[in-house]
């Protein structure tokens, strides 16, 4: 029987992880909840609504976390991972839809696109379109991969592709890095369009200018130094 | 000379012996101590005889002599903080290794504990 994980990354999230997490279980076998090294008490949320804890001794980033996640994931006998944010940002009905599009069996790799249009797409704030669009222009240059949604936290890998991906980077730009995996390891991929919830607390979670910079210059160092 | 030059010269010796050190407790390869001695005495030598710069910036066209050891020491703390970088880079990576080999055992164990108290 295939065997669908959910992976999510979650650092100090106690005030959203209980209920992403309820949500999730009803869309996979497992849930898998990486808790990267939390102050408050996501971890033990996380294990009370089900899911399966892995700890972090120490904040490593979401890059990493989601490493360890898919890493678990193929050790628990995962046919299929999809990963998603803990902030409540996903619902987890998109993952669901990422799961069975990967079920069709054509292709390794599924990016939850927020931009890519449906009659159920939401509104996306216009900074955070700016700031998609530059990740998608930059990853774009950098690793020759172009999406529609380069910095969506919601993926969706076959085994294959969860067994061979090999994540260098810890933090935020292991997004961009996931692309260059796809196209280093040939594996076949597809954009499904999911609907993001933008609240206030989703909203001071995510990228802002700082961390832009940051994650941009870590991505060219990445592709030019290794 | 001046007290510049005295300064200077000082702490060129100063940083020798610090590398000298190091080196003796084997916390640096012979290839690096090299490189730290060659570069330090060549402080001390520009800051002894500062016209020994006209003669390297002759030789590369640059003009004065002054102009040159500065474009050398950029280049040089551009260098140094690329290989600060990637050092930090390099061990940022090794200590997530080590925490997620760490939280994947736990893991394991936890399941394997699981599964013995299931089949009591």
């Known amino acids: 029987m295939s065997q669908r994980i959910i992976v999510i990354p979650a650092y100090n999230e106690e ?21 990267d090294g939390s102050r408050d008490r996501s971890g033990e949320l996380a294990r009370e609504s089900g899911a399966l804890v892995v700890r972090h001794a120490v904040n490593r980033g ?34 669901g839809k990422v799961f069975e599009r990967l079920a069709q069996g054509d292709v390794d790799f599924v990016i939850g696109s927020r931009m890519k249009k449906s009659d159920d797409s939401g509104h996306m704030p216009a900074h955070r379109v700016l700031f998609n669009t530059i990740g998608n222009v930059l990853t774009f240059l950098l690793f020759g991969v172009w999406v529609t949604d380069s910095q969506s936290g919601m993926r969706g890998l076959s085994h294959q592709a969860a067994r061979t991906i090999e994540l260098r980077t810890n933090g935020m730009e292991s997004l961009s890095e996931f692309l260059k995996e796809m196209k280093d390891k040939h594996w076949r991929m597809a954009e499904v369009p999911i609907k993001a919830i933008y609240t ?21 160092f990445r592709r030019f130094i290794g | 000379m001046h007290a510049i030059q005295i300064v200077l010269i000082c702490f060129a010796g100063f940083a020798l012996s610090r590398v000298l050190i190091r080196y003796r407790r084997g916390g640096m390869r012979m290839l690096h101590l090299g490189l730290w001695i060659a570069f330090w005495a060549s402080v001390a030598v520009v800051a002894w005889l500062p016209d020994t710069t006209n003669l390297l910036a002759n030789w590369l066209g640059v003009g ?7 474009y050398l020491s ?3 703390s551009f260098y140094l903080l690329y290989r600060s ?15 997620r080999a760490n939280a994947l055992r736990e893991m394991e164990e936890d399941q ?9």
């Open chain 1, 15 to 35: 005030r959203t992880i209980a209920d992403v997490v309820r949500e999730a279980v009803k869309f996979a076998d497992r849930v898998i909840v990486v808790d």
């Open chain 1, 62 to 95: 979401v890059g990493a976390a989601l490493g360890t996640g898919i890493e678990a994931a193929i050790r628990l006998g995962a046919d299929a991972v999809v990963t998603m944010d803990a902030d409540g940002q996903h619902r987890a009905v998109d993952a």
């Open chain 1, 200 to 220: 206030d607390y989703s909203m001071s979670k995510g990228q802002n200018f700082f961390v832009g910079v940051k994650v941009a210059i870590k991505l060219i």
């Open chain 2, 64 to 70: 004065r002599g002054v102009d040159t050891a500065m």
């Open chain 2, 74 to 76: 950029i280049l040089m």
């Open chain 2, 85 to 99: 970088f990637a050092k930090i880079e390099d061990l940022d990576r090794q200590l997530t290794r080590v925490v």
């Open chain 2, 112 to 120: 394997r504990l699981s599964a013995v108290e299931r089949s009591k």
